[in-house]
């Protein structure tokens, strides 16, 4: 079967453009169209927890650069891994608040189909 990629964008309320691609989408995409113009409520946290992030593992970047002890380097680590896997419990819950609501909502069930593919990659 030819793969085939379908860029996908969203334009939230406060100005950010998401864009991810859905692999092996069909012809038209999710294989019908839909624009998604709903909002996600969380975006705002997720953007201030990405940001916590970054800065945290920044800090790590200086202890490593430091020569500071291995162990809390490692405990620092698993403070940002735990930050990003809650960061990405947010994003999924959103997106089954939204997304696969307007998907069910419109009779799309390619898109629950598809739910699986982002919760087994998040999972891992």
């Known amino acids: 079967m030819e793969e085939i990629k379908h860029v996908h964008t969203h334009s939230l309320p406060d100005g950010t453009v998401i864009e991810h691609v859905h692999e092996n989408a069909g012809a038209q995409g999710h294989g019908h169209s839909h624009s ?13 927890r990405l940001s916590r992030a970054i800065g ?13 002890d291995c162990s809390e380097v490692l ?11 809650n960061t990405g419990k947010v994003i999924l819950q959103d997106h089954i608040e939204h997304c696969i609501v307007d998907a069910v909502e ?3 069930k390619e898109a629950l189909e598809e739910l699986n593919k982002p919760i087994d990659r998040f999972m891992k």
Do not use: P
């Open 36 to 48: 998604h113009t709903h909002t996600h409520t969380h975006t705002k946290a997720v953007l201030n």
């Open 106 to 108: 419109s009779g799309d």
């Open 75 to 85: 405990i620092q680590l698993s403070a940002v891994k735990a930050a990003i896997n």
């Open 56 to 68: 945290h593992l920044e800090s790590i970047r200086r202890m490593v650069e430091d020569g500071r």
